[in-house]
Every structure is written in structure tokens, then in C-alpha cells.
């Protein structure tokens, strides 16, 4: 049997047992292929899964890495960092200066940073890109499995979760184990990318923020609030456009029909996904990547600020209350 057939195959069985991890059922619609992956929807909940990923795709996609250290890296980090502040407004809404803060999947730490050196007592929790751990006062990052370090880390008023519920099997496991950690009153921050968007629907399996086999639970807002379902959790804000990760999605989904995929956006994030692609390559989709972003720049910013306006962005962002009576599920 050839790799394709084998893929094929695999992806046929795992249709008949994986099972929903929102309402249990075991019936998958395929919706389109994408990278050799099956993008299927639940036919109990609606709920769209990855197909077929099995344990160390991720990481034969992305291996482990130490990000550089150039002038050029650091300035493009420097850049990318600023955009965080759409994030740390967001947060400053919720939570007011002095709270206990907790970044799920804090990646670098750039974004707990922030927060410490806004007020915030911040932790950041993450197991596989952060640099070294970090502790001072204001700021704790420890590169860990979130389960297996929550035990000491105390309570929080405000725990954030950028793009990590995409990347997780169960997410509903984690979600509950971060209850633990959440007091009464207090507000989680989740951050997905948004299946229903016109970005989605447009590219469907070329869209950058699909992402097999790193995304494996993609989300629209019903499936986010029936997640949320049963965990003592109430959402109070939902927003739909984000400049940080909304206009570079039309831009990276385009070039994925024509350079290597994610190209610009793994330059740019240095994660060790081109760590051995050769350098003309390199050269050749970098002054691509480069020519077409100076053209389509503007108007990307336009369609997702419409799209955005129509609650279709590609980025769905939710507040969410615990409520303060406990008892949810998981607990």
C-alpha cells in the first residue's frame, strides 16, 4: 500500500472511532482535504476536527528549536510583540491592574511580559517554545505541560488562552482543569480561529489558520459556546476582528497557493518550521511573499475589518465569567 493510500486509509478509520470530544459521537462528515488531512464536521454537535492526526505529526512539522538570535530576528520580534497590546487593552477591560494573570500556551512569554510590566503578577505556562524560565518579581514563566505544573501555581483573576484551544485534542479537559486554578468571579480569555469566517469559507483548505496537523479542533461560535457548556463558565464579550492575526490570514491563505505553505508567517514567528529549508528557497519566498504583501496589505486590512463588522472574522475571541457559585463539570 502507498503513503497516499495508507493516509487514506488511516483517515477512513479514524472517521468510524474517534469520537467528539464537545458530545461524544463517533460520525464524521468529511468536509475537503487539506495537507493530507480530512477536515470533517461532527454530525451530533457540528463541531470541525483535524482527521487522522496521530501523536508527533506536530512536531515532524515543527521541531524543536532555539529561536535565533540575529538583529534581523530581534527586530522582527520587537515588531510582532507591539501587536500584542490589542490583546493586553483587551485584558486591561477585564481585569484591573495588580490581578493575578495566567497565560495558557505563553509561547515566547512576550504577552505575560507585557502584562508584568503593566501591573500584573503574570505566570506563563508553556511546553514548548518558551526560552529559558523566567523568575522576578511580577513575572514567573515555566516551560511545562500546564497539567503537570497547576498543582503549584496558585489561584488567578484572569486566565488567557491565545490560539491554544485549536492545538488540543480535548480541550474540554483542559478547560476544566484550568477552573482549578480560576476563582470564583473571574474571567477566562479564549481565542480561537473562527471556522464560520469569510476567510475559511473562502479558502476552505488552503486557509492559513487550518493548519493540520498543528489545529485540530476548529471552532466556530456555537461549538466554542457549547464547550463552554457545563463548566460553570458565562460569556460576556465576543469580538470577531483582530488586527494581529486577522488581515495576515488573507495574506498568508493567498500565498499558500503559490509559495511554500505558511511561509511568511514562519519567518516572521521564527519557530523552526524552515529551520532546514535551503537558503534560495528561502530567498526565492521571502522577495515573493515581500512583492505581493506591499499590494495586498491595504486591502486585506479592509475586507477582514468588514468581515469583522459581520461577526466573520477569522479570529473568534471570547470573555468568559466563572460563575461564583463552583460545581462545574470536571471539578
Known amino acids: 500500500m502507498n503513503a497516499a493510500a495508507s493516509a487514506a486509509s488511516r483517515r477512513g478509520n479514524e472517521r ?23 477536515i470533517a464536521r461532527c454530525s451530533g ?15 515532524t512539522t515543527y521541531p524543536h528549536f532555539d529561536q535565533r538570535e540575529t538583529a534581523v530576528v530581534k527586530l522582527m520580534r520587537f515588531a510582532v510583540t507591539q501587536l500584542l497590546r490589542e490583546r493586553a487593552s483587551l485584558v486591561a477591560k477585564v481585569a484591573k491592574k495588580g490581578s493575578r494573570l495566567l497565560d495558557v500556551g505563553c509561547g515566547s512569554g512576550a504577552f505575560a511580559r507585557m502584562m508584568a510590566d503593566r501591573g500584573y503578577d503574570a505566570v506563563g505556562v508553556e511546553p514548548f517554545s518558551l526560552g529559558k524560565p523566567v523568575e522576578e518579581p511580577g513575572l514567573r514563566l ?3 505541560e500546564f497539567a503537570d505544573v497547576k498543582g503549584e501555581l496558585g489561584k488567578f483573576d484572569v486566565v488567557t488562552m491565545w490560539h491554544v484551544l485549536e492545538h488540543i485534542p480535548s480541550p474540554r479537559e483542559l478547560l476544566a482543569g484550568v477552573l482549578d486554578v480560576l476563582e470564583p468571579g473571574g474571567v477566562l480569555v479564549v481565542s480561537v480561529p473562527n471556522f464560520a469566517s469569510w476567510q475559511s469559507r473562502f479558502f476552505k483548505g488552503g486557509w492559513f489558520h487550518l493548519d493540520p496537523p498543528r489545529h485540530i479542533t476548529h471552532f466556530d461560535r456555537s461549538t466554542l459556546h457549547a464547550l463552554f457548556e457545563g463548566l ?3 460569556v460576556f464579550e465576543e469580538r ?25 508567517f514562519e519567518f516572521v514567528k521564527d ?61
Open 16 to 38: 468510524e472511532v474517534e469520537p467528539c470530544p464537545i458530545c461524544g459521537a463517533r460520525s464524521w462528515h468529511t468536509l475537503f482535504d487539506s495537507r493530507s488531512y480530512a
Open 45 to 59: 454537535c457540528q463541531l470541525v476536527r483535524t482527521l487522522g492526526v496521530e501523536p508527533g505529526d506536530g512536531v
Open 240 to 264: 470577531t476582528f483582530h488586527f494581529e492575526y486577522g488581515p495576515v490570514g488573507w495574506l498568508q491563505s493567498a500565498f499558500n497557493r503559490i509559495l511554500r505553505p505558511n511561509f511568511l
Open 142 to 144: 515555566v516551560r511545562a
Open 271 to 331: 519557530r523552526g518550521a524552515l529551520a532546514n529549508v535551503p537558503f534560495r528557497e528561502t530567498a526565492l519566498n521571502l522577495l515573493a511573499s515581500g512583492a505581493a504583501g506591499a499590494l495586498l496589505a491595504a486591502p486585506s486590512v479592509a475586507v477582514e475589518a468588514a468581515a469583522g463588522a459581520a461577526g466573520a472574522g477569522s479570529v473568534l475571541t471570547m470573555c468568559v465569567r466563572r460563575r461564583s457559585s463552583g460545581g462545574g463539570e470536571g471539578r
Open 232 to 234: 460553570d463558565l458565562e
